[in-house]
């Protein structure tokens, strides 16, 4: 990372404020497991319970436009956090604040009608009905996502707890909205066009960000609130003309709260492309200036996320020894391989149906990238409200929206400014997409969330939308 600053004590400065903002994320989740950890397993196993006899698991995500097909508003990332919760720790102290566990050597069978009929909910199942049930660690390192789920379990019902995080979620997108629309309503000039976008990407996000879908997740609402909560700063402090310091500093806070609970769910690159997005929209932007923002801002946030990681294996390390970290080692090598057999059933007949044969795309990685595509496209309608039609419009008409304009712009823009954002927003487009030419392996076993970073993509096609209209029709001025 390189902030062109002649000033090498500057340069030092910034590294030791992103390593101390890692840290105190990595402390800060140790402090709230140790309070999780104090919690009685049996007030998690009667939470879980409650929400299994009661319906709870089994409520219907906000599918308006699905018809009556039956979407979970659960998924089975939930039944897996929640089960870490309901057994008992495998080694008291530490390293059971540190690594949650998980039922093992379990029957690969879906869970009946009461949980999502996914495996793992099976598996929630089966840890309620036997404390002695086999057991070991999950990936080892401390999750974030495991340990909201405690905090609010240890004093609501998992119904209320999921409504206050869908809650928060909102409330935030609409403070955002309620903000920049205001001002919009009554400035004008410059700042027109950035409330504008603000307000199409606060909206957007509700629309198209699959908060009907997944807002109430443990998994997923998380990192959803800490990007809502980074939107609407945003807003408030324009990163294209803030101090350097403080952009560092908030890029690095971003990243390492992505870290943090980051689940393999796509928050990493929605992250980083949000943070792009966040200084490509500003007016007065100028080359020389807005590149080192932007520089200084990836070069941060991925610091603070690769550090927050290191610092979350390091612990592993030293708790079990070097010999544990095979298991993420091996994990990530799966994730990001070529498919090697992980196509099979309705994915290959809906390959074939394409005229392309299903050997390849379940043995090249250009097969499987495709594959994958298909598969989010598939699911998009669940994602968006029961519409697959709107799915695929949104999924994979608003990226290339994005792409295809944003080219554009960059190469025949009318000013320097405008040409500049496009490369900006066509930058955080491309390194978005380039997750799926890696997590190859994952995106097709995971493809029913892994569309998240893509809508991403449309809520910015929605804000240049928004940001070129502002510009077209200005708001008149009052005469006195």
Known sequence: MHFRDPNRRDFLRAGGGIAAIAAAVLAGLLALSAAVSQVPVSVFRA?????????????????????????YRYHYNDCLIVSMLVLEPLDPGLRAMVSPRAAAGGPRQAAPPALPPQRDCND????????????????????GDWIVAGLLLSVLPLGAASWLLFGALVGLSLLTAFLAGRRLAVGGGAARERDAAWLAMSLAFLLFGGVGRFGWSFSFAPSDIVFSGFLLYAWRVPLAQAERTRVVRAAA????????????????????????????????????????????????????????????????????????????????????????????????????????????????????????????????????????????????????????????????????????????????????????????????????????????????????????????????????
């Open 47 to 71: 939470r879980a319970v409650e929400a299994v006899e009661s319906g709870t698991f089994a409520a219907s995500a906000f599918i308006p436009l699905g018809g009556d097909r039956k979407v």
């Open 124 to 143: 929630l199942l089966r840890a309620l009905a036997d404390r002695e049930i086999p057991r070991a660690y999950y990936h080892r390192y401390i999750h």
């Open 253 to 480: 806070l971003l990243g390492a709260l992505t870290a943090a609970f980051e689940f393999l769910i796509g928050a990493a690159p929605a992250g980083v492309a949000l943070l792009i997005a966040a200084i490509a929209f500003n007016p007065g932007l100028v080359a020389a200036r807005a590149a080192r923002r932007a520089i200084a801002a990836i070069g941060s946030y991925a610091a603070a996320f690769a550090l927050t990681f290191t610092l979350k294996y390091a612990l592993v390390a030293a708790l079990w020894g070097l010999s544990a970290l095979s298991d993420g080692g091996q994990q990530l090598a799966w994730r990001i391989g070529a498919p090697r057999g992980n196509i099979g059933g309705s994915t290959a007949d809906l390959v074939a149906s394409l005229g392309m044969s299903p050997e390849w795309a379940a043995s090249t990685r250009l097969g499987g990238i495709v594959t994958g595509a298909l598969r989010m496209l598939y699911y998009s309608g669940d994602f968006l409200f029961g519409s697959r039609l709107l799915g695929v419009l949104v999924i994979g008409g608003g990226p290339a929206a994005l792409v295809l304009g944003s080219a554009l712009l960059a190469l025949r823009g009318r000013t320097p400014e405008t040409r500049l954002r496009a490369r900006l927003l066509l930058a955080a487009a491309l390194l978005t997409l380039s997750w799926y030419f890696v997590f190859v392996s994952h995106t097709i076993g995971h493809s029913e969330f892994m569309m998240r970073p893509l809508s991403w993509l449309a809520i910015f096609s929605c804000g240049g939308a928004a940001w070129m209209w502002a510009k077209a029709w200005p708001r008149p001025r009052l005469r006195p």
